[in-house]
């Protein structure tokens, strides 16, 4: 298994950039893609996921700025980021878990499989 994180980079306060995770080596049906990012100096945090039927969710604190989207066609989800802060500044990781009763998909163990994570330096 194996899930590549790409299009990380510096970007400047108020600019836009888009995340990309490409996946392999597992089913797309019944898996839920999951981002999450580790601020500088902070503890990791859930941003959002997206199941294989796309249905979505973002953490409150995202929520207008961030937007999760995945091709199945190739195996491949996606974030996008508008108007990017210097408090987006850290490392950002996708992760994909089956479908199971009960997960959230929040939460880091809900999570089978993570990408080595991508930088993201907001500067203002």
């Known amino acids: 298994v194996q899930l590549v994180e790409s299009g990380g980079g510096s970007g400047q306060a108020g600019g836009s950039l888009r995340l990309s995770c490409a996946g392999s080596?597992?089913?797309?049906?019944?898996?839920?893609m999951g981002w999450f990012r580790r601020p500088t100096g902070q503890a990791r945090e859930w941003v959002a996921w997206?199941?294989?039927?796309?249905?979505?969710s973002a953490a409150d604190s995202v929520k207008g700025r961030f937007t999760i989207s995945r091709d199945n066609a190739k195996n491949t989800v996606y974030l996008s980021v508008d108007n990017l802060k210097p408090e987006d500044t850290g490392m950002y990781y996708c992760?994909?878990?089956?479908?199971?009763?009960?997960?959230?998909?929040?939460?880091?163990?809900?999570?089978?499989?993570w990408g080595r994570g991508t930088q993201v330096t907001v500067t203002s």
């Open positions: 992760a994909a878990g089956p479908r199971s009763y009960g997960a959230s998909y929040e939460r880091a163990a809900d999570y089978l499989y």
């Open positions: 080596g597992y089913p797309k049906e019944n898996y839920c």
């Open positions: 997206i199941n294989d039927a796309g249905t979505s």
